[in-house]
């Protein structure tokens, strides 16, 4: 059988245009006219097991007190959570041994879960202790990026890693996306992120997809590309690691919390557009 090419581009640009109006849609219904960065009473408190006591969290302006803070977003996660968990703490601990001077905290954000995400969570504050490991508990949902977003003004740490609870990106990975960030200095206000890529296994992937999810993907890598963020070939994977600096920037001011698609897409478009005006004013772009 045989495709007409010109037939497949009419296709393709079909594709593209409906999926464009699809997420303006989306972007439309979900986003709000000012940032939702406030917490309910309860929200602004984790819990500290061993001790029973609530502690305020902190805030992204605050000044740093630990080297790497990693954002965990999680909703219904109870059966993957634990893996995940287990190798990243595994790591940090090691590395922590190894370097001294180096310390973190992990911050797991139960996004309103119905299962028992928060206990399985709390589990692993209780074995490492309260400064390692914290867990944000929204009342109800906000989305995945609202619960990026959330963890991330309420961290510590000079760099913040955001890392999904699946597990899907090998936890040691983070050395690779460091040495990417090293990669870009000298850092413009030292504002710079570190995107980790699938984008090696896009052909394995393919492989494994239909045409017709073949066709979505690529026409959503194109609008991304052509009205968004450039340069980056994975924009949705979710292993990104941030300055300080950048994060104070860029998240107090997303709009998106509820689309899993759009939120990572607002915040390199935030984020490449805060350098740009940076270079701009700089005159270096």
Not at 1 to 30: R, S, Y
Request: charged share 25%; with cysteine; net charge neutral.
């Amino acid at each position: 059988m045989e495709f007409d090419p010109g037939e497949v581009l009419l296709v393709v640009v079909a594709i593209a245009l409906t999926v464009l109006l699809l997420l303006l849609l989306t972007a439309h219904v979900t986003a709000i006219k000012m940032p939702n960065v406030s917490l309910g009473e309860t929200e602004k408190f984790f819990l500290s097991p061993n001790s029973g006591r609530k502690e305020l969290f902190p805030s992204i302006h605050d000044p740093p007190t630990k080297e790497l803070s990693v954002i965990v977003p999680s909703y219904n996660e109870e059966e993957r959570l634990p893996l995940m968990m287990d190798e990243a703490l595994e790591y940090l601990e090691q590395r922590q041994r190894k370097d001294s001077l180096f310390s973190y905290e992990v911050i797991v954000v139960d996004d309103g879960s119905r299962d028992e995400t928060t206990k399985v969570a709390l589990n692993y504050s209780k074995a490492y202790g309260s400064d390692k490991v914290r867990v944000l508990t929204f009342v109800k949902n906000r989305g995945k990026g609202g619960a990026v977003k959330m963890g991330v003004l309420k961290c510590r740490g000079k760099y913040i890693l955001m890392a999904d609870a699946d597990g899907a990106t090998k936890f040691a990975d983070i050395e690779k996306v460091e040495a990417g960030l090293k990669d870009l200095q000298p850092w413009p206000d030292n504002m710079a992120i570190s995107c980790g890529s699938r984008a090696h296994l896009e052909k394995e992937a393919i492989a494994k997809r239909s045409c017709f999810r073949t066709l979505l993907m690529y026409g959503f890598h194109f609008l991304v590309w052509f009205l968004c963020v450039r340069g980056i070939k994975d924009t949705q994977c979710g292993f990104k690691l941030l300055t300080r600096e950048a994060a104070q920037r860029t998240f107090s001011t997303l709009h998106v919390d509820r689309c899993p698609s759009l939120d990572i897409v607002e915040i390199l478009f935030h984020f490449e557009y805060e350098l740009l005006q940076h270079l701009r004013s700089c005159k270096l772009y």
